[in-house]
């Protein structure tokens, strides 16, 4: 079917809008619902994910996609609790180091730093489930300096996994040379973690 | 000519694994350093600061040898917009970065396979980019490099959410790897659709390189992964391989037909599109893309003899504005750029010994 803004390009984005018993069905190409999900966030134009289309500069329609879910999610987010709350900022809607709101967030789909993720990060749960197929939390690469204390603690835990597998196997022996490797390991991490 | 034909960049000279199908393999990795604000926020100072911390980790002697090669550190603000125009034409920065020239770096390695942007949407992403399909060397020397770069530079990152980004649909891994395909039988045997729509239940997402959204200008798609969070860097690129290895398995099926099927068909297209660029007076982009897609394809399937397979790859990005305004010498009005383009395609077949 066709782009219900523009009729001239296929429509690849379906989404219903509903607010307050209106429902709104949309079906849109990928230029018009980047236009309209800037709109509803009050633009900051471009959005600038990696690697998309023209291989850098404009948002994939997946993105954009996103970008209105995340819209949505923030937009619904702050309308209707802070209608009723006092005017001043509530916990969770500021991030205490660049001062973002997250209102602001929801507009431009950006962080202002490293630490809005631990401010926001209750809100954050179910737009990175959306965003990331459900997943929550980091399993690749740790970086090995800053990292380092993490490193050990993942590796520790996929040796129990193991001592258990090999525990359900009835290898003991095994088992058993695991269960001291992971005594090492835990020594060391409570060392340098100095508890 | 020949002279100007070596301003490519390695991915655009080397020939890959599968070079008759993939283009280009490219993995981008986002990272932030913690205790700086991220560049949505930052202010003239601390973007600065930032451009300077990099240059001092990049422009040292050791970085850059066990790096592989020399880098050239940019800063864009001080680098005529021609030179912009073209790096963005190989694909070496983005729109993006050029858009925030003022507080914007870019470091680029000698062979312009390694380029670390600096201060576009985060602090820094490095990207490495080689001809044909080659997820896995690709990956080992982003990792290589991007474990440089920690060894001197503090990341931030969250035990949870992982590498820090600007936006979280970047969070955890930053890494986005894709691979540029050449995919001229699907479509014509109009398959594409049905290919790629499968393509979508896997997180990973495919766009036409040119043209909006999935038009297809010149037959170039890219494949890349949509989800960086929950899955490993080894993973993701993994799940690129096998389908990148999918579909060029059925573009190779669609291309056998084409020759067996479709034989007299596609020699007339092929022949009518080489004919074209090695007459015309006047091509706009769009066109000089289809027809050369049409001319590759009709290399790879030995119809067209006597022409260097490269000549797509060169030409998608030497017949684009910035580099046609490097080639003359002069700013083109877009009027002109049509006649001068053909004028650069003529020339540049002429250079081989063309005959089907």
Not at chain 2, 85 to 92: G, N, P, R
């Amino acid at each position: 079917m066709l782009c219900q803004e523009c009729n001239q390009r296929d429509a690849t984005v379906h989404f219903t809008k509903i607010v307050n018993q209106d429902k709104q069905d949309f079906h849109l190409c990928e230029s018009c619902a980047r236009e309209k999900g800037d709109l509803m966030m009050k633009g900051f134009g471009n959005m600038g994910t990696m690697g998309s289309m023209n291989p850098f500069d404009t948002p994939a329609g997946g993105f954009s996609f996103h970008n209105l879910l995340s819209g949505l999610l923030g937009l619904e987010g702050t309308g209707s609790l802070e209608a009723q709350a006092s005017p001043h900022v509530q916990p969770g809607n500021r991030c205490a180091t660049c001062g973002l709101t997250y209102a602001e967030f929801a507009q431009v789909g950006r962080f202002g730093c490293a630490d809005c993720y631990r401010h926001f990060h209750q809100r954050l749960e179910p737009l990175l489930r959306r965003i990331h197929g459900g997943a929550t939390t980091h399993t690749g690469k740790v970086p090995s300096r800053t990292g380092g204390l993490i490193k050990k603690r993942k590796q520790i835990s996929a040796m129990r996994q193991e001592l258990q597998q090999k525990i359900a196997a009835e290898q003991f022996e095994e088992a058993a040379v695991l269960r001291d490797q992971i005594r090492t390991l835990e020594a060391q991490l409570g060392a340098s973690e100095g508890v | 000519m020949q002279d100007f034909l070596r301003e490519g960049s390695r991915w655009m000279k080397e020939d890959g694994p599968h070079a008759d199908i993939v283009i280009s393999t490219r993995i981008r990795l986002a990272r932030n350093l913690g205790e700086h604000p991220f560049p949505l926020i930052a202010d003239d100072i601390q973007s600065d600061a930032i451009v300077d911390k990099v240059r001092s980790v990049v422009c040292d002697p050791a970085f850059m040898e066990a790096a592989g090669g020399r880098f050239d550190y940019l800063t864009l603000h001080s680098t005529p917009n021609v030179d912009l125009l073209a790096l963005m034409e190989k694909y070496i920065i983005s729109n993006t970065l050029v858009e925030h020239a003022k507080r914007a770096a870019v470091a680029v390695r000698d062979d312009e396979a390694v380029s670390i942007m600096i201060n576009e949407e985060d602090h820094l992403r490095l990207q490495v980019l080689m001809p044909g399909l080659q997820i896995g060397n690709t990956w080992e020397l982003a990792n290589r490099i991007d474990d440089l770069l920690e060894q001197q530079l503090n990341y931030a990152f969250d035990e949870r959410y992982g590498y820090l980004t600007a936006c979280p649909s970047n969070v955890g891994t930053g890494i986005r790897a894709s691979v540029m395909l050449h995919l001229p039988a699907l479509v014509v045997t109009q398959q594409i659709h049905r290919v790629l729509a499968a393509l979508g239940q896997v997180g990973l997402v495919v766009r036409g390189v040119h043209g909006e959204g999935t038009e297809a200008v010149g037959n170039l798609f890219q494949l890349s992964n949509q989800i960086t969070l929950g899955q490993s860097e080894v993973e993701i690129v993994q799940s690129l391989q096998s389908v990148a290895e999918k579909i060029i398995e059925h573009e190779e099926a669609a291309r056998n037909f084409l020759l067996n099927e479709n034989r007299e068909v596609t020699e007339d297209r092929v022949a009518r599109s080489l004919g074209i660029l090695a007459y015309a007076r006047r091509l706009d982009n769009k066109e000089t893309m289809q027809r050369l897609s049409d001319v590759r394809l009709g290399i790879d399937l030995g119809i067209i003899k006597g022409v260097n397979k490269n000549i797509l790859k060169e030409l998608m990005v030497m017949t684009q504005p910035g580099f046609l305004q490097k080639f003359y010498g002069a700013q083109l009005a877009p009027g002109e750029r049509d006649w001068r383009r053909a004028a650069f395609v003529r020339e540049r077949l002429q250079m081989d010994d063309c005959h089907i």
